[in-house]
């Protein structure tokens, strides 16, 4: 059974850093992972996709990288502001199946 | 942007009540999932549809459970006797084709069972 892990499971920064969010996966069989967002008491908005076959995604200050082999992936933030404060959620697809299994998130704050 | 749409955005019930939880699609979308996240926990699956038939379902997905496309455009959960533990977020997501795509979520359906 896959299980999904994210560590830190709260992160405060200052804003203008730089962080990194990490996501592992026990299963590698993955097709592909997907990084969201999450705000207070809302849905779900997807900022990355990354297939099995590829490294790395970006998008604007977010770059998602991969490392199937190793069960890992990472979620870069560049220069962080205060509207970046929400929970990052992790979810990867199995091979051979349609559904997404999550992380339970990383809450971040950045403050001014 | 098309995006998932759901309906209500809160539901109260009481327990031992149906509910039925909708969602419409993005439309060009051909695979439908609902998923729920109980609070402070992760957002767990619960069923993926794809040509008006059931794909997928979880454990918890038991026979109270059950899902209907009923139309062209909705998507329906419905839970047939409510419980206390029934309580959570509920979502719905659509992709254009599994395994491939980014899955698109809906704004969530709160349940609350009393």
């Known amino acids: 059974k896959q299980e999904v892990t994210q560590i830190p499971a709260a992160l405060s920064v200052p804003e203008g850093e730089n962080l990194v969010l990490n996501c592992s996966f026990t299963d590698s069989a993955i097709y592909n992972l997907q990084w969201f967002r999450q705000d207070p008491g809302k849905g779900l908005t997807s900022l990355l996709l990354i297939q099995s076959s590829q490294r790395e995604q970006t998008s604007g200050r977010l770059n998602a990288s991969l490392d199937k082999s190793s069960g890992r992936s990472t979620l870069y933030i560049a220069a962080s502001q205060p509207g970046d404060s929400a929970t990052y959620l992790c979810?990867?697809?199995?091979?051979?199946?349609?559904?997404?299994?999550f992380g339970k998130g990383t809450m971040l704050l950045v403050s001014p | 942007e098309p995006e998932v749409t759901q309906t209500p955005s809160h539901q109260v019930t009481q327990m031992g009540q149906e509910v039925i939880l909708r969602c419409v699609p993005i439309?060009?979308?051909?695979?439908f999932y609902w998923y729920r996240q109980i609070l402070g926990q992760k957002v767990e699956f619960l069923v993926s549809?794809?040509?008006?038939?059931?794909?997928?379902k979880s454990e918890i997905f038991d026979d109270q459970f059950s899902v209907e496309r009923p139309d062209g455009s909705n998507f329906t959960l419905k839970i047939r006797s409510t419980k206390l533990e029934d309580s959570a977020m509920y979502f719905c997501?659509?992709?254009?084709?599994?395994?491939?795509?980014?899955?698109?979520f809906g704004p969530g359906t709160r349940l609350t069972v009393l």
């Open positions: 549809f794809y040509n008006n038939e059931i794909s997928e």
């Open positions: 439309s060009n979308h051909l695979y």
């Open positions: 997501a659509s992709d254009e084709r599994a395994g491939t795509d980014t899955q698109y």
């Open positions: 979810a990867v697809r199995l091979q051979g199946y349609s559904t997404l299994t």
